[in-house]
């Protein structure tokens, strides 16, 4: 056990709908990171929270928001859900210095039909 | 921008020994990661190098080298449960994690 939750597990939602995904990192952890993992792909980086503030952009989309609140857990705002946003969600967290290794949650399944 | 190039796929026996190589390119690096995932599974972290040189824990080794942007996972008496993906990470500039796209190790009998 990682010490990360991420919940829920599983999403199945139409095109066009809004989820939000929910994180909440290991205790002590300052920084939260999203990634996405589509089918037999690499991990796509997303973005990176440390203790409330962005610290880091990847390649998210405009329809996809996050944000990091004062108890540090983090929100994935996934929006106007296309068929190709299906994908497995990872969450993971670190203390926040560049040598921390990150610890992955289990994962938000995302399926959009 | 960063990339990373490692090989998508590796087969080897059981108790053999396999390397998995990784080349990147970064503008500022901070070091290379390495992580196992297990289908479906989080992944989870195997090593860090931020200076040239291997490090070693248990069966498993990491190498760098800083000046050639290349580094490798060592995997030493393989097991069945090390079947899984292989990836390595490199944190550069802007502090941005970044991914390879995975090498699946398939262990045989």
């Known amino acids: 056990d990682s010490g990360v939750t991420q919940t829920p597990k599983h999403l199945i939602t139409a095109t066009g709908q809004r989820v939000t995904l929910r994180c909440s990192p290991r205790?002590?952890?300052?920084?939260v990171y999203w990634y996405q993992q589509s089918l037999d792909q690499g991990l796509q980086f997303l973005i990176q929270?440390?203790?409330?503030?962005?610290?880091a952009k990847g390649n998210i989309l405009e329809r996809f928001s996050a944000q990091q609140f004062p108890d540090l857990h983090s929100e994935l705002n996934l929006s106007s859900l296309e068929l190709g946003d299906s994908a497995l969600y990872f969450c993971?967290?670190?203390?926040?210095?560049?040598?921390?290794?990150?610890?992955f949650g289990n994962g938000t399944r995302l399926t959009v039909t | 921008g960063q990339s990373l190039e490692q090989p998508s796929e590796v087969t080897a026996v059981e108790g053999a020994i396999v390397q998995i190589n990784c080349t990147y390119q970064?503008?500022?690096?901070?070091?290379l990661s390495w992580y196992q995932q297990h289908d479906g599974g989080a992944p989870t972290f195997l090593s860090y190098?931020?200076?040239?040189g291997l490090e070693e824990t248990g069966r498993f080794s990491s190498f760098l080298s800083r000046s050639d942007s290349y580094g490798y996972l060592l995997l030493q008496e393989l097991q069945m449960k090390d079947s899984a993906s292989y990836f390595c990470?490199?944190?550069?500039?802007?502090?941005?994690?970044?991914f390879g796209t995975g090498t699946q190790l398939k262990v045989e009998l």
């Open positions: 205790s002590g952890d300052l920084s």
């Open positions: 190098n931020a200076l040239d």
């Open positions: 993971a967290s670190s203390p926040g210095s560049a040598d921390s290794p990150l610890h």
């Open positions: 990470a490199v944190r550069g500039g802007g502090n941005k994690l970044t």
């Open positions: 929270y440390y203790n409330g503030e962005e610290r």
């Open positions: 970064t503008s500022g690096f901070y070091g």
